[in-house]
């Protein structure tokens, strides 16, 4: 075992966040807190990442063939942790890097991959994600949105629900059910579709999270040519179980649950809240969360660094940065009391990406259920 | 970066783990308790083998070594002072004191892990720490339900010994924070383990407990504490024991080890509150360890001290 950082790494680290101070613009904070779906982060990303690949630093951790410089997948996480502790400017695009763009090379046919692979390491491209339904949430296998064949095209109808970015996205990779006779995990296939297809019609759905943060995705006979789908037909789940082995630890929240608690601990001292014993064990309460999720969140990148299989460490990291989240979330605001109220303050800010950390990317629920068989090996209900 | 064992911690692990089977496990810690009597035996074993000193706590990773024994031996519910002796006055003194150690901090008048069976006793005082040897009569045994055998130090027996000097205490707090972390890594480990073995077996209402899932996310939660625990443990063991790392690692293992302590016997039912089912010998444990050096309320205070110079 070696918990030292190598000294590649920590001059890594230090370029990059020399980087950040002097590309991140002076108002990024308020920028930052009016949230991911927001025009201005937007706009913003797509400068940030275009900057990012022209220093080599957005995809470096894929293969050679693609643009990457195959790095371990420590040098990637370095990027994730410092980018997620201020406020995520890649916006959307640390999906298409982290597994969208992955699931494309193992999945992708040569022209998918030309296509798609240099627009995502470039900088260039925006990207949501279509899966879950009005009727399809935790129990993604019940989806119902159809993609029938008509010849060399796919006509789409449905709907995909709580969709976030889509708004700014200029493609979306979408869950369908090609066989409409079957209702089980085969006859799903997944689609690459352009945003701009006729037929699609976008809803923000208004929230307590922030602007524009979910919307619904209505499809009415979306023609799509067949050469969209991404792995073969009807065996679209294998796809997306490996893509969401990728996704499900792509947020380094801890990284940003610890910032946000350090900044808290000033608040706290500024208000004199730090004579409090009880404001000063709570703040170091919150503090182990974070680190638990800092280590078990490591010890998935190390399982990949180490070329292993996904295992339910994943799991195990999404249900510490969960924990993690909704401490400093609910500290932020306890402490920090009536000023935490008004909207886009600190506290505010804060609290609206914490409050979904349970429920974004696979309910903590299905996280558990996963642990107790997998990682527990208790019997089935 | 790299969270695998690397060949000789797998050697040293697997070594300590096979002595441990022969010499240590739960009936013969239950056996022990009965009697409050500390495992010389194992001690004897576990030197005669060279654990004591196989580690060289000055190397690159020493001290993760030696934490990794001390959280097998948990996991075996060994009835000995390794921790104490092998690890922290090692670590803390530099130099091998003689064993079995018992630590101890605040109150003098309470009652000290292994403080009955120990011949030094490592007192830390303010920022100072006295090395007290002890002799027949220096102590009291004190019975006690928490899985440890516990003694009661005289007041003249505390006057002697020698001070370390300004410094030595809070070297000491950092590796006894280390110690009991691990300890409540390995014992937790065990306890869980148990207590997922049996729930697989045991029937109720037609099938086994172990498949509702009313139970399976409690277990799952604890894993994740668990392990989020082990791992706090092994980087603050691999960086030598520094304050901030140390009382995360304790404050956040010891406030698993409330957790694991009521989700084990709750979901283990009334058998695990006997004798003759094996859980107790671990989750006992949990709450002695985290009566040491002020509970997760006094790791929770340093750690805030550490990292935001609160005072």
């Given at each position: 075992m070696e918990f030292d950082w190598s000294e590649d790494d920590r001059k890594h680290r230090a370029e990059f966040r020399a980087f950040l101070g002097e590309f991140l613009p002076d108002d990024w904070e308020q920028l930052a807190e009016g949230g991911p779906g927001s025009d201005v982060q937007a706009a913003f990303s797509r400068r940030f990442c275009r900057e990012l690949a022209a220093r080599g630093w957005l995809t470096?951790?894929?293969?050679?063939?693609?643009?990457?410089?195959?790095?371990?997948?420590?040098?990637?996480?370095?990027?994730?942790?410092?980018?997620?502790?201020?406020?995520?400017?890649?916006?959307?695009?640390?999906?298409?890097?982290?597994?969208?763009?992955?699931?494309?090379?193992?999945?992708?046919?040569?022209?998918?991959?030309?296509?798609?692979?240099?627009?995502?390491?470039?900088?260039?491209?925006?990207?949501?994600?279509?899966?879950?339904?009005?009727?399809?949430?935790?129990?993604?296998?019940?989806?119902?949105?159809?993609?029938?064949?008509?010849?060399?095209?796919?006509?789409?109808?449905?709907?995909?629900?709580?969709?976030?970015?889509?708004?700014?996205?200029?493609?979306?990779?979408?869950?369908?059910?090609?066989?409409?006779?079957?209702?089980?995990?085969?006859?799903?296939?997944?689609?690459?579709?352009?945003?701009?297809?006729?037929?699609?019609?976008?809803?923000?759905?208004?929230?307590?999270?922030?602007?524009?943060?979910?919307?619904?995705?209505?499809?009415?006979?979306?023609?799509?040519?067949?050469?969209?789908?991404?792995?073969?037909?009807?065996?679209?789940?294998?796809?997306?179980?490996?893509?969401?082995?990728?996704?499900?630890?792509?947020?380094?929240?801890?990284?940003?649950?610890?910032?946000?608690?350090?900044?808290?601990?000033?608040?706290?001292?500024?208000?004199?809240?730090?004579?409090?014993?009880?404001?000063?064990?709570?703040?170091?309460?919150?503090?182990?969360?974070?680190?638990?999720?800092?280590?078990?969140?490591?010890?998935?990148?190390?399982?990949?660094?180490?070329?292993?299989?996904?295992?339910?460490?994943?799991?195990?990291?999404?249900?510490?940065?969960?924990?993690?989240?909704?401490?400093?979330?609910?500290?932020?605001?306890?402490?920090?009391?009536?000023?935490?109220?008004?909207?886009?303050?600190?506290?505010?800010?804060?609290?609206?990406?914490?409050?979904?950390?349970?429920?974004?990317?696979?309910?903590?629920?299905?996280?558990?259920?996963?642990?107790?068989?997998?990682?527990?090996?208790?019997?089935?209900? | 970066?790299d969270f695998e064992l690397d060949d000789d911690q797998r050697e040293i692990l697997g070594a300590v783990e096979r002595l441990l089977e022969r010499h240590a496990g739960q009936p013969r810690a239950t056996e022990l308790a009965a009697k409050a009597e500390y495992d010389h035996a194992l001690d004897e074993a576990l030197a005669e083998a060279g654990f004591d000193e196989m580690v060289d706590l000055e190397s690159r990773?020493?001290?993760?070594?030696?934490?990794?024994?001390?959280?097998?031996?948990?996991?075996?519910?060994?009835?000995?002072?390794?921790?104490?002796?092998?690890?922290?006055?090692?670590?803390?003194?530099?130099?091998?004191?003689?064993?079995?150690?018992?630590?101890?901090?605040?109150?003098?008048?309470?009652?000290?892990?292994?403080?009955?069976?120990?011949?030094?006793?490592?007192?830390?005082?303010?920022?100072?720490?006295?090395?007290?040897?002890?002799?027949?009569?220096?102590?009291?045994?004190?019975?006690?339900?928490?899985?440890?055998?516990?003694?009661?130090?005289?007041?003249?027996?505390?006057?002697?010994?020698?001070?370390?000097?300004?410094?030595?205490?809070?070297?000491?707090?950092?590796?006894?924070?280390?110690?009991?972390?691990?300890?409540?890594?390995?014992?937790?480990?065990?306890?869980?383990?148990?207590?997922?073995?049996?729930?697989?077996?045991?029937?109720?209402?037609?099938?086994?407990?172990?498949?509702?899932?009313?139970?399976?996310?409690?277990?799952?939660?604890?894993?994740?504490?668990?392990?989020?625990?082990?791992?706090?443990?092994?980087?603050?063991?691999?960086?030598?024991?520094?304050?901030?790392?140390?009382?995360?690692?304790?404050?956040?293992?010891?406030?698993?080890?409330?957790?694991?302590?009521?989700?084990?016997?709750?979901?283990?039912?009334?058998?695990?509150?006997?004798?003759?089912?094996?859980?107790?010998?671990?989750?006992?444990?949990?709450?002695?360890?985290?009566?040491?050096?002020?509970?997760?309320?006094?790791?929770?205070?340093?750690?805030?001290?550490?990292?935001?110079?609160?005072s």
């Amino acid at each position: 075992m070696e918990f030292d950082w190598s000294e590649d790494d920590r001059k890594h680290r230090a370029e990059f966040r020399a980087f950040l101070g002097e590309f991140l613009p002076d108002d990024w904070e308020q920028l930052a807190e009016g949230g991911p779906g927001s025009d201005v982060q937007a706009a913003f990303s797509r400068r940030f990442c275009r900057e990012l690949a022209a220093r080599g630093w957005l995809t470096q951790h894929w293969p050679e063939e693609y643009g990457g410089k195959a790095t371990p997948p420590w040098r990637h996480s370095i990027i994730g942790e410092e980018c997620w502790a201020n406020g995520e400017p890649r916006g959307p695009q640390y999906m298409n890097v982290n597994w969208i763009g992955p699931a494309i090379m193992r999945f992708g046919t040569d022209e998918q991959k030309a296509h798609h692979l240099p627009l995502i390491s470039s900088g260039e491209v925006l990207w949501c994600q279509g899966f879950s339904e009005p009727e399809a949430g935790s129990d993604l296998v019940a989806l119902r949105t159809s993609a029938r064949r008509d010849g060399d095209t796919y006509v789409i109808n449905g709907s995909k629900i709580w969709t976030s970015y889509v708004n700014h996205a200029d493609y979306i990779i979408l869950l369908v059910r090609t066989d409409p006779d079957s209702d089980k995990h085969r006859g799903i296939s997944v689609l690459l579709v352009p945003m701009d297809t006729p037929g699609i019609e976008v809803r923000e759905i208004p929230s307590v999270v922030g602007e524009r943060y979910f919307h619904e995705v209505f499809f009415s006979d979306v023609r799509v040519p067949t050469s969209v789908r991404l792995g073969p037909e009807d065996e679209g789940w294998g796809v997306v179980s490996y893509a969401l082995q990728y996704e499900r630890v792509g947020a380094a929240r801890y990284a940003r649950a610890a910032l946000t608690l350090d900044r808290l601990a000033e608040h706290a001292r500024e208000r004199g809240l730090l004579e409090d014993p009880l404001v000063v064990d709570r703040l170091a309460e919150a503090r182990t969360l974070c680190e638990a999720a800092r280590m078990l969140t490591y010890r998935v990148i190390d399982e990949r660094a180490h070329d292993h299989p996904p295992s339910t460490h994943t799991q195990l990291a999404r249900v510490a940065n969960t924990r993690a989240d909704y401490a400093v979330g609910e500290l932020t605001v306890e402490i920090l009391g009536a000023d935490a109220l008004e909207y886009g303050s600190f506290a505010d800010a804060n609290f609206r990406l914490a409050m979904t950390a349970g429920v974004a990317v696979g309910a903590t629920e299905v996280q558990l259920n996963l642990i107790a068989a997998r990682h527990l090996g208790l019997p089935r209900g | 970066m790299d969270f695998e064992l690397d060949d000789d911690q797998r050697e040293i692990l697997g070594a300590v783990e096979r002595l441990l089977e022969r010499h240590a496990g739960q009936p013969r810690a239950t056996e022990l308790a009965a009697k409050a009597e500390y495992d010389h035996a194992l001690d004897e074993a576990l030197a005669e083998a060279g654990f004591d000193e196989m580690v060289d706590l000055e190397s690159r990773s020493g001290a993760l070594e030696a934490t990794l024994i001390v959280e097998a031996i948990a996991r075996a519910a060994g009835v000995t002072s390794f921790a104490a002796h092998a690890l922290v006055a090692r670590a803390a003194l530099g130099e091998a004191v003689d064993g079995p150690v018992a630590l101890a901090a605040g109150d003098p008048s309470a009652p000290i892990r292994f403080g009955a069976h120990a011949r030094t006793l490592l007192r830390v005082d303010e920022d100072d720490v006295r090395v007290v040897p002890l002799e027949g009569g220096d102590a009291e045994p004190v019975a006690s339900n928490f899985g440890y055998p516990l003694g009661r130090v005289t007041e003249d027996a505390l006057a002697r010994g020698r001070a370390l000097g300004a410094g030595s205490g809070a070297t000491l707090r950092c590796w006894w924070r280390l110690a009991i972390a691990a300890e409540a890594v390995g014992t937790m480990r065990a306890a869980l383990d148990c207590t997922v073995d049996y729930l697989k077996e045991r029937r109720q209402f037609g099938r086994p407990i172990g498949s509702f899932q009313a139970v399976q996310h409690r277990l799952a939660d604890c894993s994740v504490r668990v392990e989020g625990s082990r791992f706090l443990v092994y980087e603050a063991a691999h960086s030598r024991a520094p304050e901030e790392a140390t009382a995360c690692a304790a404050a956040f293992a010891l406030e698993s080890a409330r957790l694991l302590f009521r989700e084990t016997h709750q979901l283990s039912g009334a058998i695990g509150f006997t004798r003759e089912h094996p859980l107790h010998a671990w989750s006992m444990r949990l709450h002695a360890l985290g009566s040491e050096l002020e509970g997760v309320r006094g790791h929770r205070r340093a750690l805030a001290r550490a990292r935001w110079g609160v005072s």
